[in-house]
C-alpha cells in the first residue's frame, strides 16, 4: 500500500468533461432499487438536487429540475437559464432536451406534461422539502417512491476529467499556502492570512475558495471550524489553517498546522502524534479497505497516545462537487473504498484554552493505494516559523 503525491500543473489545460452514458448509469442503479416501504421500482427518477443535475447534465444554473425518464431525460428550468441550458447540456453531451418555464404557472404545467406518462416515480427524500414533495405530488398522477441516494452513489468514483479538476484546485492551493505561509512571522491577524489565501487561490487561477477558509491561531485552534477573526498570530502559537480551492465545479481541501516560535513541549507533542496518524492513514487507504478501518488506524495511534477523547470528529470524508460528499471516512462504515473515490484523510486534536491540530491531505484511492493531490508540506522543519522582532 502505497500513497503517491502527484504533482500537478497549473498551467496546462483541462480535459473536457462529459457527462455521456451517466443517464444509463442512474437507470440502471434505479432499477435495482425499491422503495423500501410500497415494494415499487419506479421507472423515473425526479432530481432537484443542483449538484446531482450539473453531474448528470453539465447545467450549472441555479433554477433546475431533472426527469430521468426510461428513454429521455428532460431538463425544467426557467427563462433565466434557457440559452445556458442548452449550450452547457450539449457541450457536455448529455441525452436530454430541455422545457423552459416563463413564468410559475407554465413550470407546474411543464411539470404536469413531463410527469404525466409516469407510472411510478423516485424522489430522494433528502433532496426535497415537505413542502416541494406536496408541490410534485400534486402536478401528477403518478406513484411516488422514495429512493435514497442513487445519484450520490454513483458519484462516489470520479472520471480522469473530474480528478484533473480537483488536482487543479489542489495546485492552486498549495501555490497560495506556500506564498501565505512565512507572511505568518510578521505577526497578521487570522483574517489577514485568510485575505491573502483567497486572493492568492484567485490569482492562480481558482473560481474562488471551496468553503470559509478557516485560520485559527492559539487556543482558537481548539474549535475545529472556527472562523477568522483579528486574533493576531502570535509566537507559541500553533496555527492551523483549513483551505480549499474551487475549480469548474470541483473542491480541493487540505489542512496544516504551523508551529510559530518557540511552542511547549505538549504542543510539538500534538503535533507529532497527529502527524504520526496522518501518515499512517495515508498508508492504510486502499481500494478494498473499508473506510471504517482507515478511521480506526488514524484512531487508535491518537488514542494510545493518550489523547484519543481529543478527536472529536471523523478521519475523513468524500469530496467532488461538493466538499463533503459520499463517501464518509468514519469508524461506522463498513463499505470498502472503491478505486477511484476522492476523500480526505484528517484526523486533529483539540484542547480548549491552549489550541489543535489538524493535517488533511486529499487522495484519490487506487488498487495500490493512494495518490495525494495536496502536496505542501508536513515536515515539522517546513512549518515551524521563526517570529520577526
Request: aromatic share 4%; charged share 20%; with cysteine.
Given at each position: 500500500m502505497t500513497?503517491?503525491?502527484?504533482?500537478?500543473?497549473?498551467?496546462?489545460?483541462?480535459?473536457?468533461?462529459?457527462?455521456?452514458g451517466r443517464?444509463?448509469?442512474?437507470?440502471?442503479?434505479?432499477a435495482q432499487?425499491?422503495?423500501?416501504?410500497?415494494?415499487?421500482?419506479?421507472?423515473?427518477?425526479?432530481?432537484f438536487?443542483?449538484?446531482?443535475?450539473r453531474?448528470?447534465t453539465g447545467f450549472?444554473?441555479?433554477?433546475?429540475?431533472?426527469v430521468v425518464?426510461?428513454d429521455?431525460?428532460?431538463?425544467?428550468?426557467?427563462g433565466r437559464?434557457g440559452?445556458q441550458?442548452?449550450?452547457?447540456?450539449?457541450?457536455a453531451?448529455?441525452?436530454?432536451?430541455?422545457?423552459?418555464?416563463?413564468?410559475?404557472?407554465?413550470?407546474?404545467?411543464?411539470?404536469?406534461?413531463?410527469l404525466g406518462?409516469?407510472g411510478?416515480?423516485?424522489?430522494?427524500?433528502?433532496e426535497v422539502?415537505?413542502?416541494?414533495?406536496?408541490?410534485?405530488?400534486?402536478?401528477?398522477t403518478?406513484?411516488?417512491?422514495?429512493?435514497?441516494?442513487?445519484v450520490?452513489?454513483l458519484?462516489?468514483r470520479?472520471?480522469?476529467?473530474?480528478?484533473?479538476?480537483?488536482?487543479?484546485?489542489?495546485?492552486?492551493?498549495?501555490?497560495?499556502?506556500?506564498?501565505?505561509?512565512?507572511m505568518?512571522?510578521?505577526?497578521p491577524?487570522e483574517?489577514?492570512?485568510?485575505?491573502e489565501?483567497?486572493?492568492?487561490?484567485?490569482?492562480?487561477?481558482?473560481?474562488g475558495?471551496?468553503?470559509?477558509t478557516?485560520?485559527?491561531?492559539?487556543?482558537?485552534?481548539?474549535?475545529?471550524?472556527?472562523?477568522p477573526?483579528?486574533?493576531v498570530?502570535e509566537?507559541?502559537?500553533?496555527?492551523?489553517i483549513?483551505?480549499?480551492?474551487l475549480?469548474?465545479?470541483?473542491h480541493?481541501?487540505?489542512?496544516?498546522?504551523?508551529?510559530?516560535?518557540?511552542?511547549?513541549?505538549?504542543l510539538?507533542?500534538?503535533?507529532?502524534?497527529?502527524?504520526e496518524s496522518?501518515?499512517?492513514?495515508?498508508?492504510?487507504?486502499?481500494a478494498?479497505?473499508?473506510?471504517?478501518?482507515v478511521d480506526?488506524?488514524?484512531?487508535?495511534?491518537?488514542?494510545?497516545?493518550g489523547?484519543?477523547?481529543?478527536?472529536?470528529h471523523?478521519t475523513?470524508?468524500?469530496?467532488?462537487?461538493?466538499?463533503?460528499?459520499?463517501?464518509?471516512?468514519?469508524t461506522?462504515?463498513?463499505?470498502?473504498?472503491?478505486?477511484?473515490?476522492v476523500?480526505?484523510?484528517?484526523?486533529?486534536?483539540?484542547?480548549?484554552?491552549?489550541?489543535?491540530?489538524?493535517?488533511e491531505?486529499?487522495?484519490v484511492?487506487?488498487?495500490?493505494?493512494?495518490?495525494?493531490?495536496?502536496e505542501s508540506?508536513?515536515d515539522?522543519?517546513?512549518?515551524?516559523?521563526a517570529p520577526?522582532?
Open positions: 500513497a503517491v503525491v502527484h504533482h500537478a500543473d497549473i498551467s496546462t489545460p483541462l480535459p473536457a468533461l462529459s457527462v455521456s443517464d444509463q448509469l442512474v437507470r440502471g442503479e434505479l432499487r425499491k422503495d423500501p416501504t410500497a415494494g415499487v421500482t419506479a421507472g423515473s427518477l425526479l432530481v438536487d443542483l449538484n446531482n443535475i453531474w448528470l450549472t444554473g441555479s433554477a433546475g429540475t431533472l425518464h426510461p429521455e431525460m428532460v431538463l425544467i428550468t426557467d437559464y440559452e441550458a442548452r449550450h452547457q447540456l450539449s457541450a453531451g448529455a441525452a436530454a432536451r430541455v422545457v423552459v418555464g416563463t413564468s410559475a404557472t407554465a413550470l407546474r404545467e411543464a411539470m404536469e406534461r413531463t406518462p409516469a411510478a416515480v423516485a424522489i430522494d427524500p433528502s422539502t415537505h413542502a416541494q414533495f406536496e408541490t410534485v405530488r400534486s402536478q401528477t403518478a406513484t411516488l417512491v422514495a429512493v435514497s441516494g442513487v450520490q452513489h458519484r462516489r470520479k472520471t480522469p476529467a473530474e480528478i484533473a479538476r480537483m488536482k487543479r484546485a489542489s495546485a492552486c492551493t498549495d501555490a497560495a499556502l506556500a506564498e501565505v505561509a512565512p505568518m512571522s510578521a505577526r491577524t483574517r489577514d492570512v485568510r485575505d489565501l483567497e486572493y492568492r487561490m484567485r490569482r492562480h487561477g481558482a473560481d475558495p471551496s468553503y470559509d478557516i485560520v485559527a491561531t492559539g487556543p482558537n485552534g481548539a474549535r475545529p471550524h472556527h472562523r477573526t483579528s486574533a498570530i509566537e507559541g502559537h500553533l496555527v492551523v483549513d483551505v480549499g480551492a475549480v469548474d465545479g470541483y480541493s481541501d487540505m489542512t496544516r498546522t504551523y508551529l510559530i516560535g518557540e511552542v511547549t513541549p505538549e510539538r507533542r500534538m503535533h507529532d502524534v497527529v502527524r496522518q501518515l499512517a492513514g495515508l498508508a492504510a487507504v486502499r478494498g479497505v473499508t473506510a471504517g478501518d480506526k488506524v488514524c484512531r487508535d495511534i491518537i488514542a494510545n497516545a489523547l484519543g477523547a481529543e478527536f472529536i471523523s475523513g470524508h468524500g469530496v467532488g462537487l461538493q466538499i463533503h460528499e459520499q463517501p464518509w471516512v468514519r461506522a462504515m463498513s463499505e470498502a473504498l472503491q478505486s477511484g473515490e476523500v480526505t484523510v484528517e484526523p486533529g486534536v483539540y484542547r480548549e484554552g491552549l489550541g489543535g491540530v489538524r493535517i491531505d486529499l487522495v484511492v487506487t488498487d495500490t493505494g493512494c495518490d495525494i493531490l495536496t508540506p508536513k515539522i522543519s517546513c512549518l515551524q516559523l520577526t522582532n
